[in-house]
């Protein structure tokens, strides 16, 4: 039995390979039967063969020709050696059915966590300093930048980044004002 078609066939073939061969069943490589090709092949047994279809995987900037006889495409990309892993997917997603273009592509995905500094400045302020003249001026206590850190996580999808987003913000240093005296 082949999808909706059936063919019957009387054979003194001891293994199902043996009787395919002899019913004139040419198989590809691809091709999926229930039973082993060696296994004994038993009078009156119904034998279904999956047929394996041309399939295009387009995989880290290549085009994977092959052919496969599985259900989903998660199963297609087992067959072939394609493996998702961490945050990677498939279009169409791996649990759906084959497509009918038989055109998938596997998307490789990455993410980088990294920590953006930005100086924060300083105020200045002034003070009354009774060491110094009138109308004159100096500096008292010198001011410090702050530090304020970012964090963002950058999406990589094929090497081409698609989304920065930032996580979190703090203050990691805070900003110390300059006080100027004046007298």
Do not use: C
Request: no cysteine; hydrophobic share 35%; aromatic share 4%.
């Amino acid at each position: 039995i082949t999808g909706s078609q059936s063919k019957q066939v009387y054979t003194s073939a001891a293994t199902l390979g043996q009787a395919l061969w002899q019913a004139g069943v040419i198989l590809q490589a691809a091709d999926t039967t229930a039973k082993r090709m060696e296994e004994a092949f038993v009078p009156g047994e119904s034998i279904h063969l999956e047929r394996a279809v041309p399939l295009s995987i387009q995989v880290d900037g290549q085009v994977l020709n092959t052919q496969t006889s599985a259900a989903t495409v998660g199963q297609a990309l087992a067959q072939a050696g394609v493996s998702l892993q961490g945050l990677d997917y498939s279009q169409p997603a791996d649990d759906q059915p084959l497509p009918p273009d038989g055109m998938i592509r596997v998307v490789r995905v990455r993410e980088e966590v990294s920590l953006q500094q930005t100086s924060l400045p300083f105020n200045s302020e002034f003070v009354a300093d009774p060491n110094l003249e009138l109308d004159q001026r100096g500096v008292v206590e010198t001011g410090q930048a702050g530090l304020q850190v970012t964090r963002l996580r950058v999406r990589y999808e094929d090497g081409q980044e698609v989304s920065r987003k930032t996580e979190s913000q703090w203050t990691a240093i805070q900003p110390r004002s300059q006080k100027l005296g004046y007298g």
